[in-house]
């Protein structure tokens, strides 16, 4: 019996240790977060994208025109993360490289997510988070409206070109990867189409791409006007701006992506 009340306070201190560290992963939980936006801000993904071989810290300094001491602070954090990682230049003298995850932050990449890291990461964003007890405990109907003057976030956007084009631009980012596995995937969803509409189309990414896997398909990308007012040209796609609550554009089939 006492071998077995000792093995206990055993464990039971052990599970207190691990407690005592695994709390802290909560008290710097948002650092991870913060520090890959400071990445995507200072283009670190990008730079080393442009570079065939490994960077060493002080010509990554150099291109971003920063100190040396400050971002070794930043790269050690994302390395390890696994954001990026160290090769060898010489036998003395490692460098920076991207991994696969560094390279879904690019601005400009195929599969990049950086304007959605870039959106949920925002002041705006992160703000309605700390209304989330109030909502729970029913004194808030919305915690974002309830940090953004009641405004929703549609509203809100329609009020604040910034933000809306954060939206956008996030939008675009699942885009890029929904709409090319579905045709990739399940091609023959588009057979005998001629019109199709994508309700809430952003920028107009999504059937941008449609149509450049089946060009026999017209788009009509349908949006709040806010936002089709700023959307780029795309061929065989018509922008059309109206709300989606009072009638949506006729065509073949309607295309719409659920957040």
Aim: proline share 5%.
């Amino acid at each position: 019996m006492a071998a077995e009340i000792s093995k206990e306070k055993i464990d039971s201190k052990q599970e207190e240790e691990a407690a005592a560290e695994e709390i802290w992963k909560y008290v710097f939980g948002f650092t991870p977060m913060a520090v890959i936006k400071c990445a995507i801000e200072l283009g670190i993904p990008d730079i080393l994208q442009k570079h065939e071989n490994p960077m060493t810290l002080a010509e990554l300094a150099s291109e971003i025109g920063c100190s040396s001491s400050s971002l070794h602070r930043i790269m050690r954090f994302l390395i390890q993360y696994k954001i990026f990682q160290e090769k060898p230049i010489s036998e003395t003298t490692l460098g920076y490289a991207q991994t696969p995850l560094s390279r879904l932050l690019t601005r400009d990449g195929k599969n990049s997510m950086a304007d959605f890291v870039l959106l949920e990461s925002s002041p705006v964003m992160l703000a309605p988070w700390h209304k989330l007890s109030a909502r729970v405990l029913s004194k808030e109907d919305s915690p974002f409206g309830a940090v953004h003057g009641g405004d929703d976030v549609w509203k809100f956007a329609a009020a604040n070109p910034g933000h809306s084009k954060l939206i956008d631009d996030a939008m675009a980012c699942d885009a890029r990867v929904a709409v090319r596995a579905v045709i990739e995937g399940c091609p023959e969803v588009f057979e005998g189409l001629k019109t199709v509409v994508d309700v809430g189309g952003g920028d107009g990414t999504a059937l941008r791409l449609i149509v450049e896997g089946c060009p026999w398909i017209k788009g009509i990308n349908f949006d709040l006007p806010h936002v089709v007012s700023v959307a780029p040209v795309c061929k065989g796609v018509e922008h059309v701006g109206g709300n989606m609550f009072d009638r949506i554009p006729k065509a073949d089939a309607a295309y719409l992506m659920v957040g």
